[in-house]
């Protein structure tokens, strides 16, 4: 059974930082892309980052580019995402994805497993 939990979520101001990480037990971690979805109230969940199998490619949304960076610690089966300059519609229940396949991608039908969400709340 696999197992995804982020945390490091929170209330932060706008303009602050959060780093949001994800243990993923149960499975190879290293043989598969990793994703970060997040989703407002009353919105569909939409793709923010992911970061293939060795970590050596990454792809953002237009949205954070720049600002959120993606990275993964193999050896800790840990996936992270830093937020800086974190804005008011940055606010969403973010969750954390493994890909069926060793190289990212931005549609949630190609993650087949997923986390229970952390709440990341900006206030302006």
């Known amino acids: 059974q696999v197992q995804l939990v982020e945390s490091g979520g929170g209330l932060v101001q706008a303009g602050g930082s959060l780093r949001l990480s994800c243990v993923v037990s149960?499975?190879?971690?290293?043989?598969?892309?990793m994703g970060w979805f997040r989703q407002a109230p009353g919105k569909g969940r939409e793709f923010v980052a992911a970061i293939s199998w060795s970590g050596g490619t990454t792809f953002y949304a237009d949205s954070v580019k720049g600002r959120f960076t993606t990275s993964r610690d193999n050896a800790k089966n840990t996936v992270y995402l830093q937020m800086n300059s974190l804005k008011p519609e940055d606010t969403a229940v973010y969750y954390c994805?493994?890909?069926?396949?060793?190289?990212?991608?931005?549609?949630?039908?190609?993650?087949?497993?997923w986390g229970q969400g952390t709440q990341v709340t900006v206030s302006s």
């Open positions: 149960g499975r190879t971690f290293s043989s598969h892309a």
């Open positions: 994805a493994a890909a069926f396949a060793r190289y990212g991608s931005r549609w949630s039908e190609d993650f087949g497993s």
